[in-house]
């Protein structure tokens, strides 16, 4: 996937994928992933995604007969990708493994967010009150580097346990602050550690209805405004789709963001969950809002 996908985007290694400016919308910071393991490529801006026929068809603008074709007609790159792809797939496997358990050790390691910056940043959202056994407060790493088991500095964080279907955390979301309650200066203060994908952060356990949102300060400020329906965070736009629901959970809510990015998630997820037989209804905030933390803190879009 990375061999045909990089002769039109440049991208970098990150962890067990390859990431880049995405080829089809216009951005600064690279969103745009590649999964050599799954043969899929996706960006986490705009939404796109799919396989290398779905990638040749929309970039090189080929039908799917041409799609073929052309990818059949790479000298040896049929074997080439059996053979990288087997091996990518134990990387991915092995290094998957590692990042949960390293999620797991932080995560017990953690604490309530009572008397900590966590708290100071959570009111500084408006968002007060008693919070979930999924939402903490840590000192944890800045970075981590898997090959050398350098770690960076610590720094104090809100913690998010992300919980798989069987809803055991497996991942954790890092919101990274300043000792007075502020994110922290840096490019990027939420970075996640473990497996996130396909996981949420539970506000309240599952029933047979929920609601979806995207990120955890819109999570929180929905818990408050909706306290009787159980909230359940995607940790993304781009993951809204992706949440593999228990059984139980027959009716999904989803609350997106006023945005492009934010419909358009919501619009792919409506479409899963309704696929999988589940009564689908959306909800946004008032159009004057970019999201409900705004609208919780009366800040309208510019």
Not at 141 to 167: E, F, I, S, V
Not at 190 to 204: M, P
Not at 221 to 250: A, K, Q, S
């Amino acid at each position: 996937m990375s061999h045909i996908v990089g002769r039109h985007v440049k991208l970098r290694k990150a962890g067990h994928e390859y990431v880049g400016l995405c080829p089809f919308h216009d951005e600064n910071t690279p969103s745009f992933r590649v999964n050599d393991a799954k043969g899929l490529f996706h960006c986490f801006g705009c939404g796109a995604g799919g396989d290398v026929i779905d990638f040749l068809t929309h970039v090189e603008g080929l039908n799917f007969v041409e799609a073929v074709r052309a990818l059949l007609d790479e000298d040896g790159l049929p074997e080439v990708a059996q053979r990288d792809r087997a091996a990518a797939e134990r990387r991915e496997r092995e290094d998957r493994a590692a990042a949960i358990l390293a999620a797991q050790a932080e995560w017990h390691g953690s604490r309530t967010i009572n008397g900590t910056p966590a708290q100071l940043y959570l009111a500084g959202r408006g968002i007060v009150g008693e919070m979930p056994s999924t939402v903490r407060f840590g000192r944890v790493p800045l970075w981590r580097n898997k090959k050398t088991g350098a770690n960076g500095r610590l720094c104090p964080a809100l913690l998010l346990g992300a919980q798989d279907r069987a809803g055991k955390i497996v991942g954790v979301q890092h919101v990274f602050l300043t000792e007075d309650g502020q994110k922290a200066p840096m490019t990027n203060p939420k970075l996640s550690l473990g497996q996130v994908r396909g996981c949420a952060v539970r506000l309240a356990p599952p029933a047979r209805r929920i609601i979806l949102i995207e990120g955890p300060e819109d999570g929180l400020t929905m818990r408050m405004r909706r306290p009787r329906v159980p909230v359940w965070i995607t940790l993304g736009t781009g993951m809204m789709p992706y949440v593999e629901l228990p059984p139980e959970v027959e009716h999904v809510t989803l609350a997106g963001d006023n945005n492009e990015p934010g419909r358009a998630a919501v619009a792919k997820a409506k479409e899963e969950y309704e696929r999988q037989g589940r009564t689908v209804d959306t909800d946004f905030p008032p159009p004057a809002f970019e999201d409900w933390n705004d609208e919780l803190r009366g800040i309208e879009k510019v």
